[in-house]
């Protein structure tokens, strides 16, 4: 198809958002993909118990109400278990096309705050929930659906470490935890975009949702409350609590995770203008792009010089590398 073609020209995933977020290693998460995605073969050797008394559409809606971790001790429990919470329609398209929000969960101990259910609303959804471009991220402490420049500027998904947010707060961590009864356990992984080194605090928490429940609690006063909503967290935190999360269109069976201009990118490197540096970061649905292609110059002369997608043609290091690297390993992956 020509608009396959087009793409394949003119547009490039931005690996190095994906980097730059919790994200699991790619040996890790094949050496259990299988076993995520599949259920065992063999026959189950034993019943459900008493539950097997249940029609298997009672026990599916029950399998539905149960949070995340829960759901993965039952599905533990045996094969007759593993193989009904394995087909489970909304299990299924997770583990195949969310998985890192799945594992992201997991990892940061919110996986017994949410549903399936919960992880499936934002799989399905195109744009990011606070500005309406397209999403390809998961803020993990509300499995909000979100954008990469909402995850770098967006208050609504400003996180701060558990520590200083109990001393601006003045609420002791302790007191914190009971009441707010969650908090995000950070998991290693680079967080910079410039190969800086970002300190990693144990836990975080997210301002806004927090702050919000405090004050509903009559615990937390303006002074206090303004005095969070205004401090300024150090950079690369906000990276520590969302994770890359590919679009499901679960009417066609597409997966999208997003793609940016290489057009842009030569813009950008001719000419140094104000919000130049914008367009080359902003990330476009498979379709979206299309609309963006008739507008941006430069994408189409790359067009063009490929001769309708039949002869190679030279693009930005930027574009070529998936983005900010500054060194790869000898698998292609950044440091
Ligand atoms: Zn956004
Ligand atoms: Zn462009």
Redesign the pocket.
């Known amino acids: 198809m020509l608009s396959d073609k087009i793409l394949d020209v003119c547009a490039y995933h931005r690996r190095d958002f994906d980097l730059v977020l919790v994200r699991s290693r790619p040996h890790d998460t094949q050496a259990v993909l299988a076993s995520l995605q599949n259920a065992c073969q063999a026959c189950p050797a034993s019943s459900l118990g008493s539950l097997d008394s249940l029609p298997t559409e009672l026990l599916c809606i029950i399998l539905r109400d149960l949070d995340v971790l829960s759901y993965f001790q039952f599905r533990h429990v045996n094969r007759r278990a593993c193989a009904l919470a394995t087909t489970a329609h909304e299990y299924q398209s997770v583990a195949r096309h969310g998985l890192e929000g799945l594992r992201g969960l997991l990892r940061a101990g919110l996986a017994p705050l949410f549903t399936m259910g919960d992880l499936y609303s934002p799989l399905i959804r195109e744009e990011c929930v606070l500005c309406g471009s397209f999403g390809g991220f998961l803020f993990l402490p509300t499995v909000t659906r979100c954008c990469i420049a909402c995850i770098q500027t967006s208050p609504d998904l400003r996180v701060m470490c558990t520590s200083t947010f109990s001393r601006l707060a003045k609420i002791s961590t302790r007191r914190l935890r009971r009441v707010l009864g969650s908090e995000l356990r950070t998991v290693p992984g680079s967080y910079s975009m410039l190969d800086k080194r970002t300190r990693r605090p144990k836990h975080l928490i997210a301002v806004q949702t927090a702050t919000a429940k405090l004050e509903q609690l009559g615990i937390l006063d303006q002074d206090r409350s303004r005095a969070l909503l205004s401090w300024d967290e150090q950079e690369g935190r906000q990276f520590m609590a969302s994770t890359a999360f590919p679009w499901y269109d679960p009417h066609n069976g597409q997966v999208d995770d997003g793609i940016s201009?290489k057009?842009?990118q030569v813009?950008f490197e001719n000419r140094l203008e104000v919000g130049v540096a914008d367009?080359r970061d902003r990330v476009f649905s498979r379709s979206s792009y299309l609309s963006?292609?008739q507008s941006?110059t430069?994408?189409q002369e790359l067009w063009t010089q490929s001769e309708g997608g039949t002869k190679a043609v030279w693009e930005p290091e930027f574009t070529r590398r998936g983005g900010f690297f500054n060194e790869l390993d000898s698998d292609g992956l950044p440091r």
Do not use: I, P, V, Y
Request: with cysteine.
């Open positions: 201009c057009g842009c813009r367009d963006h292609f941006c430069e994408a």
